[in-house]
């Protein structure tokens, strides 16, 4: 049967709401609109180009306002109980049915659309957690006030899935949304207002660019800033936050590239359903490539032909992204791609049809660096392996869809993809249950799921956050770490009895620095020098990673039990050097044997804690609304760079290594520069363990020479850092490109600090957080119908 045209949707609910507000939406500060005078606005245009309403542009003194109104939300948010906040976020459930239309209409108008069936779920899912925090999350406490960023694309989605589990933990928000987000942000806190929410706990500030995330930030009343959007706002909020002593994650969801692989063994139909659907009919936050495997490439592109004919052509925002996107097919067409339109572009306007650009490479800049515009490249493969070689080629590493009838085939190509969702035989399924962490430049935090809610939670163990708060150190990026090591001058002392020269441990082989230099190790008092150590450089740094990066993917494989025998024949061989060991201690530290022991004895004990911990904590299998199968997996960040803290020199060492190699990862140590010995000195129990060679390496020289060659590796995932405030605000501006997850504790020498960590406890928490900061998260979702 044939159906007439359908209706354009209505909008006059959301128009009813605009017009409530003379269009002119202001500030929602402490429960309630505010419109300060004197402040400029920006215009934000519905989608036929006409003016749809305007918003306020926040100042300083707004953001003061909102921070401390966000501080007393606060007080009264978190002071309820579990029970009467999830039943709070319960309520908002009926309100938000009652005005799903306004909210639906609003998001159409602004460009954002959002089913509110969507937000439903969330927050259903979300009081869940707020009802059980304290019975399946113990011991852990809210941040206090989270600022949650977003860029212009951001998805209202995006947007409430930092709000929603921020306040089920306890937490007031203050929202800084994009421009199309912005209407249906004061919407909802309009909504979270009339279910109950006290006024404070969800403030929403405009403005007219990301600068006034970083002005949030600033405030001292803020605990943590998350944002979601583009990658280049993400990367600006890290370097304007660098110093502020504010710890920021970022969700970059919009422009990542993403593979839509097709294996032979497919449905081909459906699968080609599926690339229509996703590359040309859904608004896209991300961009797609298709790679086909070449037994099946004429079925797929003679079927893409017939689906495509016909379909219309797709809007684009601007003339320039109409000339963008003609420059990239007559590239496309120089580098010999055939394409495949479902009509004749038109002469001129902002139209353009669904194009396929087949015979693209990976190195093509219309892959690497798409345009705007319904664009689809093309790849080919031929083995399995060539397939997850193209997938994991994109700089990105957010989504796959891997198309195959094969449940084998699929489950080893979502292990060995490097992104955070993989959908088998599907795609674009989000749902809250699911945690995804952003791999690679896809982000720095898990969302969803029990492992989404760490980040807005703080172990009730440590009284402060691990950076204090304070103003940037105006610092020369370029000049961190070039300072040159003190200078070692001869002397005419009895060779018997000169200072013992240690060596690092690069690729499984104790040697000196490639520059051949050493620093000396002062005695306690600074009196003497009592021994020389290695002065390592970029270039140590840069063999070491070439070894691990060699060495770390077959670890990753291994059994969690082979990586739990690996752990326990580490503490026996530490048992086996505990004399030589303590010895170091107490001669580096001016400890008496006895509690030099004894730090010993709890370095034995914590690696055997990381052995019995290896194999225990694994993910599982999530229940979903849907049909299917969903898994959540943890797995190893790959190369982390580890600078270890002043305090228990020994003890942080192998609770930091226990931590990385448990779960999957290699990673290069750079011992304390001022209690080097006792790093120096695990080397004699590296040697002789069967830990595979260049899996863990020990670089000793200056700590900020070391971190800037661990900043500025491109293979190295991760940074946990020990050291001066401006080293931790060097990572913070440096760490974006690509980027890297940051574990910073400022120490402040002299005094013994670290960070709030006691090394000496074994408090489950410690174990727990650091596991937490070991793994990134991947779910695969599997439809079963």
Known sequence: MESGPAEPPSTATAQAWLDHHSRSLGLFIDGKFVRPAGRQSRSLADSNGGSLCSTVSAVEDDVSQCASSAVNGYKAWSGLT????????????????????????????????????????????????????????????????????????????????????????????????????????????????????????????????????????????????????????????????????????????????????????????????????????????????????????????????????????????????RALVEATVQEAQQQGAKLVQSCAPPSSGTQYPPTVLCGAAPSSPFVVDPSPGPLLPLMTFRSNTEAVSLG????????????????????????????????????????????????????????????????????????SLPLPRSSPVSMDYSKFGTAGSPVIIPDDSDPASSPKPYLQFVGGKACKSVSGCSIAVQSPGGSSVIAYCPDGGRKDVRNAVEAAAKVQPGWKKKAPSARAQSLHSLAKGLEAKRQDIAASISVQSGLPMDEADKEVELGIARLSDWAAFCDKVQGGTLPMPQSGSALSLPEALGVVGVVLPDKNPLLSMVTLLGAGIANGNALIMVPSQKYPLPALAFIQ????????????????????????????????????????AEGCQYLQYTCTSPLKTLSLFCQKDGEGKDGGKD???????????????????????????
């Open 759 to 785: 090394w000496t406890q074994s408090h489950p928490l410690l174990l727990e957080q650091m596991w937490r900061n070991a793994v990134q998260w991947k779910s695969v979702w599997i439809p079963t119908a």
């Open 82 to 321: 579990c029970h009467q906040r999830a039943k709070v976020l319960l309520r908002l459930v009926s309100v938000l049915g009652q005005h799903a239309q306004c909210v639906s209409e609003l998001c159409g108008l602004c460009g954002a659309s959002c089913s509110p069936s969507t937000l439903v779920r969330l927050l259903q899912y979300y009081s869940s957690w707020a009802q059980l925090r304290d019975t399946l999350i113990t011991n852990w406490t809210p941040l206090g006030v989270v600022a949650v960023v977003v860029s212009d694309e951001c998805s209202v989605y995006s947007l409430m899935l930092k709000v929603l589990p921020a306040l089920a933990m306890g937490n007031s928000v203050i929202v800084v949304p994009g421009q199309s987000t912005a209407p249906p942000a004061l919407l909802l806190a309009q909504l979270f207002m009339g279910a109950g929410l006290p006024a404070g706990a969800l403030n929403v500030l405009t403005g007219s660019d990301m600068s006034l995330g970083a002005k949030v930030a600033q405030n001292p009343s803020i605990s943590y800033v998350t944002y979601s959007g583009n990658k280049q706002g993400g990367a600006m909020l890290c370097k304007a936050t660098a110093g502020m002593g504010v710890p920021v994650s970022v969700s970059p969801c919009v422009g990542a590239t993403c593979p839509f692989i097709i294996f032979e063994s497919a449905d081909i139909d459906s699968a080609v359903d599926g690339v229509i659907e996703t590359a040309f009919k859904k608004k896209k936050e991300i961009h797609w490539v298709l790679c086909v495997q070449e037994s099946v490439l004429d079925s797929v592109v003679n079927r893409l032909s017939l689906r495509m004919a016909g379909m219309k052509c797709v809007a684009l925002q601007s003339e320039e992204d």
């Open 685 to 724: 129990v590296l040697q002789s363990s069967d830990l595979p060679a260049g899996l863990v390496n020990v670089i000793s020289g200056s700590r900020d020479q070391l971190t800037v060659a661990l900043a500025n590796h491109s293979v190295i995932k991760a940074i946990w850092y020990w050291g001066s």
């Open 392 to 463: 994991n080629h994109s700089p990105h590493g957010q989504a796959a869809s891997i198309w195959t009838e094969d449940l084998t085939l699929a489950l080893e190509t979502a292990k060995s993809l490097s992104v955070g969702s993989v959908w088998v035989n599907s795609h674009s399924v989000s749902d809250p249950c699911l945690p995804v962490s952003g791999h690679k430049d896809s982000g720095t935090c898990t969302d969803g799921g029990q492992e989404g809610l760490y980040q807005f939670l703080r172990p009730s163990s440590s009284s």
